[in-house]
């Protein structure tokens, strides 16, 4: 019975959309409440994502966004679909009178031009006009035409083409018309994308072997955040943590209350993330919740939730990270090294130098990390031990790390890290023999490698460096 009732209220809602719609000064003789148009939308929404969709479910749709909602964007889109289901339709030059004077409603609105910068509009000048038709899936394609880069190997420095030319608020406005219906139509991959080009990082899948970037953007864009807000209770765990992440990043202090309501999560990942960035975010109402879920949950949330305190400056859970470091999980053995750098434990030094002997490089790495951060140059002989090391990306960072200390002993040791096949290895090997020794001589095959790899962004480099590899900057 509900049902029927359901559906002659659907009947009558089209024969009032599709009656000539009352403009300025004129009352309208049907005016249903909100919620019946919003139960009209979502019944067409739901079938018109079946194999063969009725285009009469677009053209009611479109008339109900035309006419009822002045939602003109939306009515274009209807609109389209429909005439793409129904070529041969008798009332197809009607339907396009309409799409063209939804279109001028558009484009006569000039809120969205306003929204773009100078710049942004002499390069897309037909962006607003693009946007109009387009579903979330279409504007993402816009997107990543926006944020293409000049090339897409991971081996080598990544610029993008239209740097110059697009302000992150003109990337922020665009992220904001995908999201308008909360990424509805939006693939996991496509969502991962958009918080790569949030949080300004390279965003590579994981599900591909290649070395190819696939989206991401040269700097984060905290004016996206209101946008992308509406990931935080999206249907895919990874994507609500990864949002959790990617607003930790940017700061965004707004969002803890949101956050912390996540901590009550049944996704193990999320309740990770959300702990991580509360500690990020220096949310100190949250230090017993925190406290809590240390003691109580096992795995490597009990790490994360170490870091977390250390960065709010509990100064209590030491012992607990200390514990962490003979954990059996090396996640959260670098972690506790994490809590102890964060806590500025100087004191502990020594416990974390031997930790330049764990298994796993992950937990040498943030040893080495740590010891540079401390400005340990009593270290420096155990650090040096690194540069043997049997990982060659640990060889690389020892390199770094004693450049860091300007640990000129080292230099005959880091010299011969030059002359290594691996790339990463040799190119931090030269940057640190540049650094502790501006006069060294460095291969010119290792040089032309280093400028190659590096395809632009000299201006990241030191001066010393930029000299040596000879490179100027505007």
């Known amino acids: ?38 139960d009209a939308i979502e019944y067409y929404d739901v079938r018109t994502v079946v194999t063969n969709p009725n285009p009469s479910h677009y053209f009611n749709l479109g008339r109900i966004y035309d006419e009822r909602l002045d939602n003109p964007a939306k009515a ?17 030059e009607k339907v396009k009178k309409w799409i063209e004077g939804c279109r001028k409603r558009v484009l006569n609105d000039r809120t969205s031009r306003a929204k773009f910068s100078a710049p942004f509009l002499k390069q897309f000048p037909d962006i607003c006009e693009k946007l109009i038709a387009l ?72 599900f591909s072997s290649s070395m190819e970037m696939e989206g991401g953007w040269h700097a984060p864009i905290p004016e996206a955040i209101p946008h992308i807000r509406k990931l935080l209770d999206d249907s895919y765990a990874y994507i609500s943590a990864e949002t959790i992440r990617t607003i930790a990043i940017l700061g965004d202090k707004e969002s803890i209350p949101e956050i912390g309501k996540l901590l009550d999560s049944k996704e193990y990942l999320v309740v990770e993330r959300a702990v991580e960035a509360l500690g990020r975010l220096d949310a100190k109402e949250y230090i017993p919740r925190i406290m809590e879920i240390l003691k109580t949950q096992a795995g490597t949330i009990r790490g994360r939730s170490a870091e977390a305190l ?22 959260n053995r670098w972690l506790a090294i994490n809590t102890l750098v964060a806590l500025d434990a100087k004191e502990y030094i020594t416990e974390i130098t031997k930790m330049l002997k764990d298994e796993h490089p992950d937990v040498r790495q943030s040893a080495l990390q740590a010891l540079g951060k401390f400005n340990s140059k009593e270290t420096i002989p155990e ?92």
């Open 76 to 92: 274009i889109f209807c609109y389209t679909k429909y005439l793409e289901l129904a070529p041969d339709a008798a009332d197809q």
């Open 135 to 206: 579903d979330a899936r279409g504007k993402f394609e816009i997107l990543q035409q926006v944020t293409e880069p000049n090339q897409r190997s991971t081996m080598k420095y990544i610029s993008y083409k239209y740097k110059n030319c697009v302000e992150n608020s003109d990337i922020a406005y665009l992220i904001g018309e995908i999201m308008q219906d909360g990424g509805k139509g939006l693939s996991f991959e496509d969502k991962d994308i958009i918080l790569a080009v949030c949080a300004g990082r390279i965003y590579q899948s994981s």
């Open 310 to 331: 250390g960065l709010l400056g509990v100064r209590e859970v030491i012992p607990e990270a200390l514990k962490l470091l003979k954990d059996g999980e090396s996640h």
């Open 1 to 38: 019975m509900k049902n029927l009732i359901f559906l002659c209220l659907i009947g009558l809602l089209i024969l009032a959309a599709c009656s000539p719609a009352p403009r300025e000064g004129v009352t309208p003789a049907f005016d249903s409440p909100a919620t019946i148009f919003d």
């Open 383 to 474: 650090i040096m031990k690194s540069l043997s090391d049997e990982s060659g990306v640990i060889r690389g960072y020892a390199a770094a790390i004693l450049a860091e200390l300007d640990a000129k002993e080292a230099i005959p040791e880091i010299r011969r890290l030059v002359e290594s096949s691996y790339y990463y290895e040799r190119g931090m090997a030269a940057f640190a023999l540049i650094k502790l020794d501006p006069a060294v001589e460095i291969p010119q095959a290792v040089i032309d490698d280093l400028k190659d790899r590096m395809s632009g962004g000299y201006d990241q480099l030191p001066e010393s460096v930029r000299r040596k590899l000879g490179v100027e900057i505007d």
